[in-house]
Nanobody, 125 residues
Framework: QVQLVESGGGLVQAGDSLSLFCTNT????????MAWFRQPPGKEREFVAA????????FHSDSVKGRFTVSRDNAKYTMYLQMNTLKPEDTAVYHC??????????????????WGQGTQVTVSS
């Protein structure tokens, strides 16, 4: 069981930027993907971005493409989400997740074995 810890959430105005961090505290990740999902208030959980741990290939949802950038540092066992030009509709609890097996469906939450506790991002207009 991978232990994931998120940080970096907060309250910002529309147009501002935030950086989120997710660290595997066991320092022994050997899976295929790490990803960010978010759940806006009153809505279903949705895919945000993912990164292939070994090769570093990244994927972003259409709603955040061009504004958010996901990356990882293997030596630090840490995944990052740089969020620019934030919008009120980005308001959500953001969760870090890790998948231990390969699938082409990297945006499927059922693929992921481990989840962090979540960090709140609130964007005011």
């Amino acid at each position: 069981q991978v232990q994931l810890v998120e940080s970096g959430g907060g309250l910002v105005q529309a147009g501002d930027s935030l950086s989120l961090f997710c660290t595997n505290t066991d320092r022994a990740f050997s899976g295929y993907y790490m990803a960010w999902f978010r759940q806006p208030p009153g809505k279903e959980r949705e895919f945000v971005a993912a990164v292939r741990w070994r090769g570093g290939t990244s994927f972003h949802s259409d709603s955040v493409k061009g504004r958010f950038t996901v990356s990882r540092d293997n030596a630090k066992y840490t995944m990052y989400l740089q969020m620019n030009t934030l919008k009120p509709e980005d308001t959500a609890v953001y969760h870090c997740a890790a998948a231990s097996r390969f699938s082409i469906n990297y945006n499927d939450p059922t693929l992921y074995d481990s989840w962090g506790q979540g960090t709140q991002v609130t964007v005011s207009s």
